[in-house]
């Protein structure tokens, strides 16, 4: 049982920040790869950042420089650092869990909004 929860979303300001986090209730969270995807309405849901179990960490273009990945393995917990966060940030920001190779190892969370004004 692998069970994403979202938190930390809200409205900011264009230039402001936020810290998402994804605490994940597994039994081998240090194991996981786990994925931020944003979808903004009615656009494709896209990959924000993605840390793997050794800590690597991988950003979409549009966000590097100015969001940061990290893990937690103590308090099962990942989080999504956004700085400078700009209206074109705004979406519902989903955290996945990838628990083993294939579909049905993914695990998602319900999603957080965040609303960036101008």
């Known amino acids: 049982q692998v069970q994403p929860v979202e938190s930390g979303g809200g409205l900011v300001q264009a230039g402001g920040s936020l810290r998402l986090s994804c605490a994940v209730s597994?039994?081998?969270?240090?194991?996981?790869?786990i994925n931020w995807f944003r979808q903004a309405p009615g656009k494709q849901r896209e990959l924000v950042a993605a840390?793997?179990?050794?800590?690597?960490?991988n950003y979409a273009d549009s966000v590097k420089g100015r969001f940061t990945i990290s893990r937690d393995n103590a308090k099962n917990t990942v989080y999504l650092q956004m700085n400078s966060l700009k209206p074109e940030d705004t979406g519902v920001y989903y955290c996945?869990?990838?628990?083993?190779?294939?579909?049905?190892?993914?695990?998602w969370g319900q999603g957080t909004q965040v609303t960036v004004s101008s």
């Open positions: 996945k869990a990838v628990a083993g190779r294939g579909a049905g190892y993914d695990y």
């Open positions: 597994g039994r081998t969270f240090s194991s996981y790869v």
């Open positions: 840390i793997t179990n050794d800590g690597s960490t």
